[in-house]
């Protein structure tokens, strides 16, 4: 077990160490001068300065150094917690993260609440019901919720909850009612997967001998799906929950821009349009930590769940 943390741990080490160089990059092949950017966008003229107090500029954001060279700098601050200074708000990028991060994990915290409610939920009374009727239409809701564009899920809530019915606010961060479109936005299409994925679960489960066997010492059907079938069919959501995470990282950016919203994701959209190499790499820093730590922990809880599952490698 302990051999198998540690090689998880190193996976984990070279993910972060991946996402960061590729970031680095795209970022690097962008056109354009981050400088130029970010002295347009605060209405000076690059041409007015002297070449001089350009390269003083130049020399305190890092941009006269080769691309190698400025690489490894960021790369060892990054591994000592340091992301250094932003280019385009002239801040400390840990200062960012710090203002913007708490808005993103509350969003982020309550979509993937929501998500597994709503997933497990419909993929749970979708199996029990009986009525062929139902059962087909509880089935197919998942597949209607991952195909809808987020963007358009997001501006039909919108209308209908903030326009239309005056019930919540569309925009901004003031308050948990600020927070409760974005997050039925951002877990509508987690929910809809996991659904599927545990109503297929269940699927395959009222085959096994097992279920047989209980069906056959007097259980009701409820409790058969409740004690013996929910278990095991809902293992493969584990592995999901995982990678819903950057799912949940990636649609952020989105949600966040069509709601108003100042965190991670909106930072994110902003530094890349700056070109702000500094604060995209710590935000793919942390967004990639973030992955791998909730994978690792999946990955270990698979064998507590079902002892059927060891991390002993077969032999050939």
């Not at 998880?8 to 991946?18: E, S």
């Not at 950057?246 to 952020?252: H, K, L, Q, R, V």
Request: hydrophobic share 50%; net charge positive.
């Amino acid at each position: 077990m302990t051999r198998y943390v540690l090689g998880r741990i190193g996976q984990a080490v070279l993910v972060l160490w991946g996402a960061y160089t590729v970031a680095y990059l795209i970022l690097y092949c962008l056109p354009g001068d981050p400088l130029s950017m970010m002295l347009s966008a605060s209405g000076v003229e690059i041409d007015s300065l002297s070449a001089g107090d350009l390269a003083k500029a130049r020399a305190y954001y890092g941009l006269d150094q080769s691309a190698l060279h400025r690489y490894l700098s960021l790369l060892w601050g990054a591994v000592h917690g340091d992301f250094g200074q932003s280019i385009s708000l002239n801040r400390s990028v840990g200062s960012l993260l710090a203002e913007r991060l708490p808005q993103t994990l509350q969003l982020a915290g309550l979509a993937i609440l929501l998500s597994l409610a709503g997933g497990i939920g419909l993929g749970y009374l979708a199996a029990y019901v009986r009525w062929r009727p139902l059962q087909q239409l509880l089935a197919r809701v998942p597949s209607l919720g991952f195909s809808v564009p987020v963007f358009w899920m997001g501006l039909l809530l919108i209308q209908v909850f903030a326009f239309s019915l005056n019930w919540l606010p569309s925009t901004g961060n003031q308050g948990f009612s600020s927070l409760i479109l974005p997050a039925i936005t951002l877990a509508i299409p987690s929910a809809a997967v996991y659904a599927q994925v545990l109503l297929r679960g269940f699927q395959g489960v009222w085959q096994e001998s097992y279920i047989v066997t209980a069906y056959a010492k007097g259980l009701s059907r409820a409790k058969v799906q409740l004690r013996h079938g929910f278990k095991n069919a809902a293992l493969p959501l584990l592995t999901l929950i995982g990678l819903q995470v950057g799912n949940t990282a990636s649609g952020a950016v989105l949600v966040e821009t069509i709601f108003a919203r100042t965190g991670i994701g909106r930072l994110a959209q902003e530094a890349v349009l700056r070109q702000d190499i500094p604060v995209v790499l710590a935000i793919v820093s942390v967004s990639a930590a973030a992955f791998v730590v909730v994978n690792l922990v999946v990955d270990l809880l698979y064998p507590a769940l079902d002892p059927r599952i060891t991390h002993t490698p077969r032999i050939a």
